[in-house]
């Protein structure tokens, strides 16, 4: 009988993979071992060929739920004997070369189980198996085993060791293992730290009750904090808003159930899917003819849609079991923040906002926020607003060609850190606004955590071209650091990049057309509204929105009216006296006629649309004004579309279309007709430029792209000979500067 050794890399540690092969090893009456190891999973294995070859084809094709399978080798070796199949101890001679693996949402056994009266675990908020629970929230360092995990600070007791141990179990050789009698407790108290009294079998009922009463209760998940409100109570909500200083962003929804969801709205199948799939994300659903109790206007001020999810971890499934109300489940935070993961930060810097305290003693090794998901109502598009729980830290099926071990800095606004140490590229959870100096602890934190875990330096540093950011200045100290090569990647080339890696473009002629907030431009300006063509390893700024004046530096994103100012005409000066005190107006334009500074930044012109509309002159967050410009429209039809320019195939002109709206204004055109119009003419002017210079191909990128009527207007716009790409692993935002650097390096630079 031959043996053969057997090689998967890819997504395969900490899915129950291992316990998958033993039963799949013994099915077919064969010998040997599986174990991991610092590139995957490795198996020797000895019978029958034909015995063999159906093990091997049936693990290819049919491998655990949550596995990802790369690279699959099989290789006969010199015959050894074993007398039974077995899982033996991680093996680990090298640097870790194998996929990282996230957090996955609890599975339906699991939920049987803590609903269950008569299992050992009814009502234990920890309770987890090989397909479930979370991963890279808890891992210290790989491969993936208990030892390596916080998880191992709580032994596991005899009934869990059965468990362990039982190749019948679904909890066989589950690195997560524990139970109500060696596992972790949970804690309620006030904000003064006075603990409320509790047993496991109530505590969900007195948070319930706190919630319905109309507390603000701060629960530790495992992930990081989340602040929870009932969805209900418009003063709670309002509360909330004021101690998070958060006056109008969204907050996301938790519902009890998906029959109780789906009471209150009408689901399709991709948001049905995305609410229940593994990575379990906030998805936004379009509020349509919404029939619940929520207090919408206080949970997602102005807006259409609200983003909702689903308990996707035992403790908030055991809270969803006591609910009969939605809740507010939103980052646990002050604005701007990185979410809290530690106990005693939380009590430091919560005691103010939150009324309770549910807490408990696991360490979150790698806190991440919910990621956000939403689909275009007509082509379904599918937007990664923000890519953390669930999706990171992994990347799968870039084209990687190097020796090199690089790390790339991503942008500042909405930062992200990737890292190419070996055969694979690894992408970081968003981590925030690296202005803000808790956040900038945290990317630095990251930045260690990547080395540490695979025990390389970076040969190559990549960061964004603009001097002020704080990516590119901790960048530099690595070069210094560990003395390597530097490289500098302009911020729209690095969304350019992002893309075309993202479909593996890199062999077509493409036209890029990346919009945005900011950018530092080659030129010294401010980009934001570019278009490329890239062709045979090149990429060159072939046009963009024409440029009109940047003022007063990053205030200019704060307020729309200043968007305005800038691009408004000499007619619309009446309008402007509306919106600046004299004095303001004044000194203003003053400025604006001596102003060196030039932008093409798409976002702005957003902005300034938003403002002539009265829609908006003070964001209060980021791409407030697009949003609420996307939220005034409903339905819509394309026909009754105009262009607001003259020559869209030349490009954009932002001050004509600003005075062509002004023009429809005076006119009494519907303010949601000319919402329409604007993002009409985006998509007709980006096609017909595609048209006039015979592209077959436009890949799309940056912030502006999460506008998800615009990515449907341009679906319908484009000509069958015209293919679009959008992202879909990624966020179309600033997150995805940083696989952009790697691509951009790997294919452009190099």
Same mark, same amino acid.
């Given at each position: ?35 991991n190891?610092?590139e ?22 049919n ?25 033996i101890?991680?093996?680990?001679i090298?640097?870790?070369?194998l ?50 995990t916080?998880?191992?600070?709580f ?11 039982? !190749?019948?179990d ?20 006030d ?9 496991p ?45 958060? !006056?109008?962003?969204?907050f ?28 379990r994300?906030?998805t ?20 259409n ?5 689903l ?55 790698? !806190? ?151 950018g ?17 390893h ?23 009216r ?11 000066i ?80 932002a ?19 000319i ?76």
């Amino acid at each position: 009988m031959p043996t053969y050794k057997i090689s998967i890399s890819g997504q395969v540690q900490g899915v129950g993979f291992r316990p998958f092969v033993y039963g799949l090893a013994k099915s077919f009456s064969l010998t040997g071992t599986v174990s991991n190891n610092e590139e995957g999973v490795v198996i020797f294995i000895t019978g029958f060929k034909d015995n063999i070859r159906h093990f091997y084809e049936k693990l290819i094709k049919n491998p655990p739920p949550v596995s990802k399978i790369k690279n699959p080798k099989i290789t006969q070796i010199d015959f050894l004997e074993f007398a039974d199949f077995n899982i033996i101890p991680s093996s680990k001679i090298g640097q870790l070369n194998l996929s990282l693996t996230p957090d996955f949402a609890i599975c339906d056994d699991c939920k049987k189980d803590i609903q269950n009266p008569e299992n050992q675990r009814f009502n234990y908020p920890f309770t987890t198996c090989v397909n479930c629970g979370p991963r890279w929230a808890i891992t210290k360092t790989f491969p993936f085993e208990r030892d390596h995990t916080s998880i191992n600070d709580f032994p596991m007791c005899a009934e869990c060791e059965k468990e362990y141990s039982n !190749p019948a179990d679904r909890r066989f050789h589950s690195q997560t293992n524990t139970c109500p009698t060696c596992g972790i407790v949970l804690i309620l108290s006030d904000n003064l730290g006075n603990i409320v009294p509790s047993t496991p079998q109530n505590i969900f009922k007195k948070i319930t009750k706190l919630l319905y009463e109309g507390n603000i209760v701060a629960l530790k998940n495992t992930s990081g904090y989340l602040l929870c409100c009932n969805a209900e109570n418009e003063t709670v909500i309002q509360k909330l808003r004021t101690k998070k200083n958060r !006056p109008n962003k969204p907050f996301a929804v938790l519902f009890p159930s998906l029959k109780f969801l789906q009471n209150d709205f009408i689901l399709n199948v991709h948001q049905l899917k995305s609410l229940t799939s593994a990575e379990r994300p906030i998805t936004i659903i379009p509020l349509g003819n919404y029939k619940g109790n929520i207090k919408l206007n206080a949970v997602a001020p102005g807006l259409n849609q609200l983003g909702v999810l689903l308990p996707y971890s035992g403790i908030l499934q055991l809270l969803a079991n006591e609910l009969n109300f939605p809740i507010v489940a939103t980052s646990g935070n002050i604005h701007g923040s990185p979410i809290i993961h530690d106990n005693a930060e939380a009590f430091e810097k919560l005691n103010n906002v939150a009324d309770y305290f549910v807490q408990h003693p696991l360490e979150i090794t790698n !806190p991440q926020d919910d990621s956000v998901v939403k689909f275009s109502s007509r082509s379904h598009q599918k937007v990664l607003f923000r890519r953390a729980r669930g999706y990171a830290p992994n990347y799968f099926d870039a084209q990687l060609n190097s020796e090199e071990k690089v790390m790339a800095m991503g942008a500042d606004l909405k930062s992200s850190i990737a890292f190419y140490p070996n055969e694979y590229l690894y992408v970081s959870q968003y981590l925030g606004n690296l202005q803000n100096f808790d956040v900038f602890s945290r990317f630095t934190n990251m930045a260690k955590a990547f080395t540490t875990i695979f025990e390389q330096q970076p040969e190559v540093v990549l960061v964004d071209k603009h001097p002020g950011y704080q990516s590119t200045q901790l960048g530099k100290e690595l070069v210094q650091k560990n003395r390597s090569n530097l490289i500098e990647i302009q911020h729209h080339k690095a969304h350019f990049s992002a893309i075309l890696g993202e479909h593996q473009l890199f062999s077509e002629k493409v036209l890029g057309v990346i919009f945005d907030g900011t950018g530092y431009g080659d030129d010294g300006a401010i980009w934001g509204g570019e278009f490329f063509n890239y062709e045979a390893h090149e990429i060159a700024r072939i046009n963009h929105i024409d440029y009109f004046d940047w003022l007063f530096g990053d205030k200019m994103a704060k307020e729309p009216r200043l968007s305005l100012l800038s691009l408004a005409s000499d007619e619309m000066i009446a309008v402007l006296k509306g919106k600046f005190t004299p004095n303001e107006l004044k000194t203003y334009q003053a400025i604006k006629k001596t102003n060196k500074l030039k932008t093409s930044s798409t976002g702005r012109l957003f902005d300034a649309v938003a403002s002539l509309l009265n829609i908006t002159d003070y964001n209060t967050y980021e791409g407030e004004a697009a949003i609420l410009l996307e939220n005034r429209i409903m339905k819509y039809h394309l026909k009754s579309c105009r262009c607001y320019l003259s020559a869209a195939e030349n490009g954009i002109s932002a001050k004509e279309i600003i005075k062509n709206i002004y023009g429809d204004i005076q006119n009494g055109t519907p303010t949601e007709q000319i919402i329409l119009n604007f993002l009409y003419t985006l998509a007709f002017s980006i096609i017909e430029l595609a048209k006039a210079k015979n592209y077959q191909h436009i890949a799309l990128s940056g912030g502006v792209f999460q506008n998800t009527t615009l990515i449907d207007i341009l679906t319908a716009l484009a000509p069958k000979e015209i293919k679009l790409y959008f992202h879909k692993n990624l966020s179309p935002n600033d997150e995805n500067s940083s696989f952009g650097q790697v691509m951009h390096y790997l294919n452009i630079t190099k």
